[in-house]
């Protein structure tokens, strides 16, 4: 069933129950005003204890007679009388009104209890009755139903008429309220058809299609940013895959006249071979971080900063002792959301990054609290101009080039940090006057004390 169906349907039918409702309302309204007038007249009379009198071809007005416990009336009349009227005269039941059709015609009747010794007026005087007696109160309504039978009919040709103009405004409707939105899906059918992610739908006014098409446009400037990434990633990689290519084809190429070459430069050769061969698994290695977006696998968790920092700066004490780079932490309990690979990930780049840039017998000083960790070093530092590209993927400062790496390292730092909610940020440590780096994590709402 296509939208534009289900939509006509929807309406259909809410004209339908509608309809219906108000025709069944009218109906049971008028019903209910017709017999509540019959029924007061007759219970007025009743009260006012009529005289008996009449007969059975009485058509108009009231007609009143008395049933006897043995089902005779008075007078005499051909008016039906059944175990309920009779249960009434008998004193064994209360008063009964009800409908009864008596030939061809319709009657309301009143059936009202008589307890024995009632005085009844006739136009023969008065007399006392000797028994339990019922006295029936009978009035004509033929027409009253004749009227709503009528009605009946009416209200039906009305049902119909309505439903037709339902249908009829149903149709309408789903053609006027779905023609924008067929607009729209020809646009983004457009959009799938052609790949053009520079395409941007004309957002129109603030109802739910302009915010569908406000929501798309993100979709595609989302999508568009994303490719330009992802094109933008595989032009950097390819350019820092051909340097270490190029050199190992080189390398490899001088190997085959090993024979020629003296022990000392086989030897600086296969350990350049070895060295390029390690830069291409770190670069292979960060691309495929890289390559796993802004999202990864594995839901947000309680950790334990402090212990995520003593993990990392135990594993680069061994590069900083090669080095003979003091490395001091000073590490705090505290209690961090994220996840654990992640986070660890990136604090080893920093570490890593500062042994790096950190001449032999300097400094390196870790510090973690309350959530935050600084990484600061005794190196160079970051120039004023470089900072705001230091967070670039393959980006390389002037000083660093000669250095092994493929500047994906703080890359890697920046989207694992956004990925976890936090910040990362770069500055001149005071006392160190190298680079500092501090990355501020959210700390876990329901934090219990740690460390007691």
Known sequence: MTFRT??????????????????????????????????????????????????????????????????QTVPSSAVPVDAAIRAVAKGQSDQVLRDFTFKGHTYRELVVPLPKGTDITSTNGVYTTKTTTAELFIINITGQITELRNLVRTLLLVAVGGLLLALGLGLFLARAALRPLEEVTNEIETVA???????????????????????????????????????????????????????????????????????????????????QVDELAALVADLGELARGERSEGAIESLRLDECVDECVDTARTYARIKDIALEAHVQPSTVLGRHDRLVRAISNLLTNAVKFTPSGGQIVVASSKGAISVSDSGPGINDQDLPFVFDRFWRSPTARALPGSGLGLSIVAQVVAELQGTVEVDRDPVLKGARFTITMPIAPTEAPVGL
């Open 193 to 275: 058809e052609t790949n053009d992610m520079a395409y941007r739908l004309v957002e129109g006014e603030a109802d739910e299609l302009g915010r569908l098409r406000r929501v798309f446009n993100r979709l595609l400037s989302t999508v568009e940013a994303s490719q330009t990434l992802q094109r933008q990633l595989v032009v950097d990689a390819s350019h820092e895959l051909r340097t270490p290519l190029t050199s190992l084809r080189t390398n490899a190429q001088v190997l085959t006249r090993a024979r020629e070459l003296n022990p000392e430069d086989l030897s600086q050769l296969t350990g350049d071979m070895v060295t």
């Open 6 to 71: 289900r939509v006509i349907t929807a309406t259909v039918a809410a004209a339908t129950i509608a309809v219906m409702l108000a025709c069944l309302a009218s109906f049971i309204t008028t019903r209910s005003a017709l017999l509540h007038s019959v029924d007061v007249s007759l219970l007025s009379q009743a009260s006012q204890n009529t005289p008996k009198g009449g007969n059975d071809e009485t058509q108009i007005g009231a007609y009143v007679v008395l049933v006897l416990p043995s089902g």
